[in-house]
């Protein structure tokens, strides 16, 4: 359990790092000027997509109750995320600049990425408590 968990967390720091350098790296490189910062985007889905693969993972190792409801507590789980997203980020999504389409992919692609990592991570904790 514990080297899942340690195995969890240099993954989304080595995602967090790797993904967030490249992305930085392209927008100056290209002069691409975002009306916001994407390290606090970044940052934020890391943190978020870490909570949940540790809870998924505690869930189902340490309770066979939730077994059944995981993939439902993921969709649920996903919404919480989204409104906390759309809470802490407002004044970029709804009371900031008209952001241009660059802006809008450049906002989305942290939110991708890292909800790519939790569908792989979630498949594998469901795929594994259905074996057992």
């Known amino acids: 359990m514990i080297k899942k968990l340690l195995f969890y967390t240099l993954v989304i720091l080595g995602l967090l790092v790797i993904t967030y350098n490249v992305h930085f790296y392209?927008?100056?490189?290209?002069?691409?000027?975002?009306?916001?910062?994407?390290?606090?985007?970044?940052?934020?889905?890391a943190v978020a997509s870490y909570i949940l693969v540790i809870v998924f993972e505690l869930l189902a190792s340490l309770t066979k109750e939730f077994k059944?409801?995981?993939g439902f507590l993921y969709l649920g789980s996903m919404a919480v995320k989204v409104l906390f997203f759309c809470v802490l980020f407002r004044d970029v999504i709804f009371f900031g600049p008209d952001l241009s389409k660059i802006d809008s992919?450049?906002?989305?692609?942290p939110i991708f990425i890292f909800i790519f990592y939790e569908v792989i991570v979630i498949v594998k904790i469901l795929n594994r408590e259905t074996q057992n």
Do not use: A, K, M, R
């Open 105 to 109: 992919v450049s906002l989305l692609l």
């Open 26 to 45: 392209l927008t100056t490189h290209f002069e691409i000027y975002h009306p916001y910062s994407l390290w606090p985007v970044y940052l934020y889905q």
């Open 68 to 70: 059944d409801q995981l």
